[in-house]
C-alpha cells in the first residue's frame, strides 16, 4: 500500500528556534498534501492544504508567517515552525493523496514537537 | 462549518463482543464520510468509507452506512478480537479529493481476552 513517511518522529527544541518537518511519500507520487495538527485528547486539525509548485492553502487562524509549507516536489513537503514557542508543542501530522487516481488520504506516522 | 462528534472513550470490551462506535456530523451538502483506525505507533489507516447517502463501507469485519436522515455513520462489528485494539477517528470531507478531513477525536477501543 501506499506509504508516508515523516521525519523526525520526535523533536525537542528550545524556544525562539525554527523546526523543519519532512513528509515523503515513498511509493507514490503526491498531488497533494495535507498538514494536520492533533492536540492531547483532540481530533486532528487541518492546518493547511498544499499542491506540488504552488503556495499552501491555509485554513483560518493558521500563521502562513508561523507555519512555512514548501511542497517542492511530488514526494516532499516541508513544514517549518519559525521561532517556536511552548504553545506550538503538538503532533503534527501529513497526509498525501496519489497523483495516480483516487482521493484516498494516507497519512504519516506523526511528528511530535515539543518546545522548551 | 463541518464537525464530527464521535462517542468518548476508552472503551473497554471482551473479545467476541460486539462493537458499536458512534458517530455524527454536521456539514453542508453531501460529505464523504470515513473510518480512520490507528495502531500503537502507526499513522492513520484508512478502514471504510462511504460516499453517498445508504452507502455501507466494509473492511475486515468492520461496517458503517451513511445515515442522511440521522446524520450519523456508527461503526460496527459482530465479534471484535485483541487485535481490533486502536484509536478509531470518524471523518468527513465536504469537498472532493483536494479537500482536507474534519476529524472526531477519536475513541480509544481496548479488547481484553
Known amino acids: 500500500g501506499a506509504v508516508v513517511s515523516q521525519h523526525p518522529s520526535r523533536v525537542i527544541c528550545k524556544s525562539g528556534t525554527s523546526v523543519k518537518i519532512e513528509c515523503r511519500s515513498l511509493?507514490?507520487?503526491?498531488?497533494?498534501m495535507f498538514w494536520y495538527r492533533q492536540f492531547p485528547k483532540q481530533s486532528l486539525m487541518l492546518m493547511a492544504t498544499s499542491n506540488e509548485g504552488s503556495k499552501a492553502t491555509y485554513e483560518q487562524g493558521v500563521e502562513k508567517d508561523k507555519f512555512l509549507i514548501n511542497h517542492a516536489s511530488l514526494t516532499l513537503s516541508t513544514l517549518t515552525v519559525t521561532s517556536a514557542h511552548p504553545e506550538d508543542s503538538s503532533f503534527y501530522i501529513c497526509?498525501?493523496?496519489?497523483?495516480?487516481?483516487?482521493?484516498?488520504?494516507?497519512f504519516g506516522p506523526g511528528t511530535r514537537l515539543t518546545v522548551l | 462549518g463541518d464537525s464530527v462528534t464521535q462517542m468518548e472513550g476508552p472503551v473497554t470490551l471482551s473479545e467476541e463482543a460486539f462493537l458499536t462506535i458512534n458517530c455524527t456530523y454536521t456539514?453542508?451538502?453531501?460529505?464523504?464520510l470515513f473510518w480512520y483506525v490507528q495502531y500503537p505507533g502507526e499513522g492513520l489507516q484508512l478502514l471504510l468509507k462511504a460516499t453517498k447517502a445508504d452507502d455501507k463501507g466494509s473492511n475486515k469485519g468492520f461496517e458503517a452506512t451513511y445515515r442522511k436522515e440521522t446524520t450519523s455513520f456508527h461503526l460496527e462489528k459482530g465479534s471484535v478480537q485483541v487485535s481490533d485494539s486502536a484509536v478509531y477517528f470518524c471523518a468527513l470531507r465536504s469537498g472532493g479529493g483536494a479537500d482536507g478531513l474534519t476529524f472526531g477525536k477519536g475513541t480509544h477501543l481496548i479488547i481484553q481476552p
Open positions: 511509493d507514490f507520487q503526491a498531488t497533494t
Open positions: 456539514a453542508t451538502g453531501y460529505p464523504s
Open positions: 497526509s498525501a493523496t496519489d497523483a495516480g487516481g483516487g482521493d484516498t488520504q494516507y
